[in-house]
C-alpha cells in the first residue's frame, strides 16, 4: 500500500478518510497538532518551550516542528502513514521530499481533495457536535441531522456550534488554503504523485476513490 498526504481544504473529510484507513487498512495518521500536543506534555526543555508557546498561540516554526515530524516517521518501520498538516509550505515539502530520499521512501501519493465551496460552506457552518459524547451532525444535510432538533441522538446532550464554525471564519481558513496550496499542489504534480478526488460525493464513493489511488 501507498503511503499517503492529503491535502484538502477544511471540512473536506480528512478525517473521515484518515479513520477508515487507520481502523481498516493497517495506516498509521501523523498529525502536526497531535506531535505538537503531546511533546507539550513532556517534562523536557522541548516540552516546555512547546507548551509555552502554544498556550501563548505563538507560531512554532519548522526548525521545531521538521525534528519532530522525522522523529515520528522513524518510529514507523514499514508501517504505511498518512500525513496532515504537512507539507504546508514549499519549503516543507521540500524537506519532505529530501527526508523521503533519506530514508527510501518513494512509495507515496498525494491526494488533492476537490470540493464545491458552497458545500464546505454548509459542512463547516451547519456542524453540530454533542456536548457530552462529541458526536458530530449537520443540520444542512439530512443523513447527519439529528433527530431532534439541538439534542444528541446517541447520548441525549445538548448539540453546539464551535465557535470557529461560523461563515467569516471558514472563508478566512478558506482562502489562506487555498493561496497556501496551490504552489503544493503543482509542486507534486511536477513530481508525479498528484491525484484528484472529488469529495463532493457519498462517503462509499470517496472512500473507494482513495483507496484506488492507494493501489494505484
Do not use: W
Not at 4 to 13: D, E, F
Not at 25 to 50: C, F, P, W
Not at 153 to 170: A, P, S, V
Amino acid at each position: 500500500m501507498k503511503n499517503l498526504i492529503l491535502i484538502a481544504p477544511p471540512a473536506a473529510g480528512k478525517g473521515t478518510i484518515s479513520s477508515y484507513l487507520v481502523e481498516n487498512m493497517g495506516y498509521q495518521h501523523i498529525s502536526t497538532g497531535d506531535i505538537l500536543r503531546n511533546v507539550a506534555k513532556e517534562d523536557s526543555q522541548r516540552g516546555r518551550l512547546v507548551n509555552s508557546l502554544m498556550k501563548e498561540g505563538k507560531f512554532i516554526g519548522d526548525d521545531i516542528i521538521l525534528p519532530l515530524f522525522k522523529e515520528e516517521l522513524l518510529k514507523l518501520h514499514n508501517t504505511p502513514f498518512i500525513l496532515d498538516g504537512i507539507p504546508r509550505t514549499i519549503e516543507q515539502a521540500d524537506y519532505l521530499t529530501q527526508l523521503f530520499h533519506e530514508l527510501n521512501v518513494d512509495n507515496y501519493v498525494v491526494i488533492n481533495l476537490k470540493i464545491n465551496q458552497d458545500t464546505l460552506l454548509k459542512r463547516a457552518t451547519g456542524r453540530r457536535v454533542c456536548e457530552q459524547c462529541k458526536e458530530i451532525y449537520n443540520i444542512y444535510f439530512e443523513n447527519y441531522k439529528p433527530k431532534e432538533e439541538n439534542i444528541c441522538d446517541q447520548c441525549g446532550g445538548k448539540l453546539i456550534q464551535r465557535n470557529d464554525d461560523t461563515e467569516e471564519t471558514f472563508k478566512k481558513r478558506f482562502q489562506t488554503y487555498v493561496e497556501n496550496t496551490e504552489p503544493l499542489i503543482s509542486y507534486y504534480e511536477k513530481l508525479g504523485k498528484l491525484k484528484k478526488v472529488d469529495v463532493d460525493a457519498t462517503e462509499e464513493e470517496i472512500i473507494e476513490n482513495v483507496k484506488g489511488c492507494l493501489n494505484d
